[in-house]
């Protein structure tokens, strides 16, 4: 009798099993591990991107606000603060396939595309696109959503990517990912300028330079102005004259119960610039209530005033624009319960505020800080009015304020 030994043919069935097992393994983990970073990719990708749309908008703002025209004209100074946020961020602005040119485009304040001639677009391929050249310019005072008639320049439409590594897929050849976002900003008055309409205005002031705090924990104020979407330590100092300052905004009087409730429930009054203010404290406040006040508006863009002038007595405010004491007669003081003169106002992307206890890991950049602010500033207001109020029918009675949509 013929007996036929069939167990290398099940051997080799079972192999077979077993690559088709380690296949569906290796997939499992790379959709597990790979999906898990393509989705915090994509979200770091998004907050790039809303960035990024935001700092092209808050050059609207300054256009609409009636501020000099750029040396190299408004659409450049949105080009390049876009491209500037994409890069400090890690992204790219995306290229339109369509058109060949910056996927970023001008719209009205109901994201309708515009012309060059500020007249409704049909699609991308004749919209006004951001690197173009020239801003949409149009008459229209009074947009129309619904009925589809076109108002003034308002809204930066950026789309961004982010090319990222995979860590399992490259077993199977898949070497990167792509994530693709779109972000959408707006400017306009504002009828009333809460914190909840996104004018989160912070009683607090800093130096139109960069500070830094000397051997002693000494307030030290540099020639060089604070940069632009670059991420920078504010530090704060002892109470000295040049420091960060804690503003009181119905002086005098107050103290950190004030000051905590005008961080959560913003409550400035309208601030003309350049305009003198009253500091009721400078330095380290070293309080937990503040610190956490502070630490509600995390990743968000706050806006600050920021002084270039202390005066230790009441100055005359109707000499803020003369210089060179500008209606001060006792320019310096001690930092703490005096006047400091307000010639412009940051927007500060707030990554994290350190305000109690020693915090020197986070906040010694080499000057023995104990105590900062840490993001990145995204623009600078230097002229108008800045606060709460009624707006009004046109930039030089309105608030101007920067929203991001989508």
């Not at 020197?360 to 990145?376: E, F, K, P, Q, V």
Request: one cysteine or more.
């Amino acid at each position: 009798m013929l007996i036929l030994d069939r167990r290398p043919r099940q051997a080799g069935q079972a192999l077979v099993l077993m690559v088709l097992a380690m296949v569906a393994v290796v997939s499992g983990m790379a959709l597990i591990i790979d999906g898990g970073n393509a989705w915090a990719q994509q979200r770091i990708t998004q907050s790039g991107n809303d960035a990024a749309s935001e700092a092209g908008t808050i050059v609207l703002a300054r256009y609409n606000a009636g501020q000099t025209t750029p040396a190299l004209g408004w659409d450049a100074e949105v080009l390049s603060a876009i491209n500037a946020s994409a890069t400090s961020n890690g992204i790219t602005v995306a290229v339109d396939q369509a058109t060949g040119h910056n996927a970023a485009y001008y719209t009205d304040i109901c994201g309708t595309l515009l012309r060059p001639d500020g007249t409704k677009a049909t699609s991308n391929t004749d919209a006004a696109f951001v690197g173009g050249g020239t801003l949409p310019t149009n008459n229209h005072t009074d947009p129309d959503c619904p009925s589809g008639a076109v108002g003034p320049v308002a809204w930066v439409q950026v789309s961004a990517t982010r090319v990222f590594d995979t860590y399992v897929s490259r077993i199977m050849g898949i070497t990167t990912f792509t994530s693709t976002t779109n972000a959408i900003a707006v400017t306009g008055l504002l009828q009333d300028c809460s914190a909840a309409q996104g004018c989160i205005v912070l009683p607090v002031t800093a130096p139109v330079t960069v500070v830094t705090c000397d051997g002693s924990g000494e307030a030290e104020i540099t020639a060089t102005e604070w940069p632009k979407n670059v991420r920078v330590v504010v530090p704060l100092c002892k109470n000295n004259p040049g420091n960060v300052g804690w503003l009181d905004w119905t002086p005098k009087g107050g103290g950190a119960r004030e000051l905590e409730n005008s961080i959560l429930h913003p409550d400035n009054p309208p601030i003309s610039l350049p305009s003198w203010q009253y500091v009721t404290a400078t330095g380290n406040v070293n309080s937990k209530m503040i610190e956490d006040a502070l630490n509600t508006y995390m990743d968000k863009d706050v806006m600050f005033p920021m002084f270039d002038l202390t005066c230790a007595d009441d100055p005359d405010v109707s000499q803020v624009k003369v210089a060179p004491d500008y209606g001060c007669a006792d320019i310096g003081g001690h930092g703490s319960n005096q006047w400091y003169r307000f010639p412009k106002f940051s927007v500060f992307h707030l990554e994290q505020a350190y305000v109690n206890g020693n915090n020197r890991a986070a906040c010694d950049t080499g000057n023995g800080a104990t105590s900062c602010l840490i993001g990145y500033f995204v623009d600078f207001v230097t002229t108008g009015t800045v606060g709460p109020g009624v707006g009004g029918g046109s930039t030089s009675g309105g608030v101007t304020g920067v929203q991001l949509i989508r």
